[in-house]
């Protein structure tokens, strides 16, 4: 028997046959009682119907780990440099009735756990043989709140989607041109009425993420990507560039360091991430120093906050980062800058807009050089192929959703194949390999321009998210093996509400 089903497919995995029944659709487990146990089954029961509860005698499950009924979820800590997952790691064996789980934290169990009820087959335990870890600690996707309103019950929602494929970072990018979306206190008309998040909201999703091993990794995106957000909010000095869209904040602007500083605190207050991203990107028609001095500044203010700062890979032109922070690049080659095209995708009242973003872009050539000579490690989001904004070029078997790219999706990048992440690594991309640049985990991301409802974002992400978790969490798996199983995920996907998961004919076949 081989159990297929089960997205990141494990390192080392076999079924010998079946093991025992579950009964009543419950998985017994012999542990001490722990948040960990509570967590595990509350996903287990929404993606694969299967409760989890904790017995003394007779279980199907024998869970032995490190800290066992101790320690509550500490959220993970995504630690990235060169540490590979060994906080992460469990076996599986067969042993008298039932299978023993051993792992080295609470960390490991979780996913241990999910690794058994996505092999239950027809209610049956398989006889499972598994050894497992994770290459990459970070293993994340970036989600744009911003462009669409996620309320918190569908965030919720992707954060459950995020552990059952084993990945541990939500990146949630709260703030950017049109709109800010978190509460800040002492600046009581910068949220957006109605669709921002309470202080109330933030520590809901920081629980629920948490308890589920999913560090929730905040960002306010400055000093550009302000254009209309600030504008007018209580005596923030936000600059008019030489073109309506083109606005970005300067340190020394009125209110601005301050205002910036009470961001990041309500962040620091209410996610326990060791890292706080402070965007960095794109600050089109921001003088160089003016850019440098902001990132540098907002760099010290997290520091002063004892995070790290984290930021998209422009910023590390300001020499701002350090070996022990982060930075997260995601200018693909193909993506480069081309614009003429752009001139021909946007209406003319962009151009000059357009004009800027070609000049700073261009830079963007030597941003992975930059990054390994000073030795930052690097969170990989090349938006080839790990932007899910992207259409897809292979065709759906559902007729009805093939024109879904009609509307869906970024116009300005060319479309790629569902699969084609099966082809990428970190260790295939030329730049970084060149460069030297030491990767520190993998971070899909889906920007939201063009999504309308829960549906549109259950058609970008789904297949493709659980292609790229596989290939974060072990890149060595078999293609065909890996096709297989993310097709047997669709009842699962459906069952936590993504039933518009993109049927792409290279996964579910025609
Ligand atoms: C670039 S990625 C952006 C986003 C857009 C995205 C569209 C990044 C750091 N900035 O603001 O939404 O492209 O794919």
């Known amino acids: 028997m081989t159990v297929t089903e089960i997205i990141p497919l494990p390192k080392s995995m076999e079924a010998s046959g079946t093991l025992r029944g579950l009964r009543d659709g419950v998985l017994r487990v012999r542990t001490a009682p722990s948040s ?282 300001a020499d701002a980062l350090g070996d022990r922070d982060l930075v997260q690049l995601w200018i693909a080659e193909r993506d480069r800058f081309d614009l003429d095209k752009a001139k021909r995708t946007f209406p003319e009242e962009y151009h000059p807009l357009l004009t800027q973003a070609a000049e700073l872009f261009a830079l963007s050539v030597e941003d992975a050089a930059l990054i390994g000579a000073a030795g930052i490690p690097t969170i990989v989001s090349s938006s080839d192929p790990l932007y899910l904004d992207r259409r897809t070029s292979d065709s759906s078997r559902d007729r009805a959703q093939d024109d879904v790219w009609a509307r869906l999706g970024n116009p300005g990048y060319d479309a790629t194949s569902t699969t084609s992440v099966l082809e990428w690594s970190p260790s295939t991309q030329e730049d970084i390999v060149d460069a030297g640049v030491r990767v520190a985990g993998i971070e899909a991301a889906l920007w939201c321009e063009t999504v309308r409802d829960f549906d549109d974002v259950a058609t970008l992400l789904l297949p493709r998210l659980a292609l790229i978790a596989q290939r974060a969490w072990d890149e060595s798996a078999d293609r065909k093996d890996v096709i297989a199983a993310a097709a047997a995920q669709a009842s699962v996907w459906e069952r936590l509400g993504f039933e518009s998961y993109y049927r792409s004919v290279e996964v579910f076949g025609a």
């Not at 960390?107 to 996505?118: Q, S």
């Not at 600030?230 to 904040?249: K, M």
């Open 36 to 317: 960990m146990i509570e967590a595990a089954s509350a996903v287990s029961s929404a993606a694969f119907g299967i409760v989890i509860v904790v017995v003394d005698e007779d279980a199907d499950v024998v869970l032995r780990y490190d800290d066992a009924g101790t320690s509550a979820p500490t959220g993970a800590d995504p630690r990235p440099a060169d540490r590979r997952g060994e906080s992460e790691a469990y076996r599986i064996r067969v042993e008298e009735d039932g299978l023993l789980l051993t792992a080295a934290s609470g960390e490991g169990a979780f996913r241990g756990l999910l690794t058994i009820v996505g092999a239950v087959t027809d209610g049956t335990l398989p006889a499972l043989h598994v050894d497992d870890h994770p290459d990459h600690g970070w293993r994340g996707l970036s989600l744009d709140v911003v462009r669409r309103w996620f309320p918190v019950e569908e965030v919720t929602r992707i954060i459950d989607l995020l552990a059952v494929h084993k990945m541990n970072v939500l990146h949630l990018h709260l703030t950017d041109s049109q709109a800010w979306r978190f509460e800040v206190p002492d600046h009581p008309g910068v949220a957006a009425p109605g669709e921002s998040y309470s202080l109330k909201d933030l520590s809901v999703l920081e629980d629920y993420a948490r308890a589920r091993y999913v560090t929730i990794v905040p960002e306010i995106d400055v000093p550009g990507h302000v254009a209309a957000s600030l504008v007018e909010v209580d005596g923030i000095e936000v600059v008019e560039g030489d073109h309506p869209f083109v606005r970005y904040l300067t340190w020394g602007g009125a209110g601005v360091a301050g205002f910036v500083r009470d961001g990041f605190a309500v962040l620091a207050e209410h996610f326990a991430s060791p890292y706080l991203h402070l965007g960095g990107d794109e600050a089109f028609g921001a003088p160089h120093d003016e850019y440098v001095r902001f990132v540098r500044a907002s760099a010290e203010v997290i520091r002063g906050l004892g995070r790290t700062p984290l930021g998209w890979q422009e910023a590390v032109r």
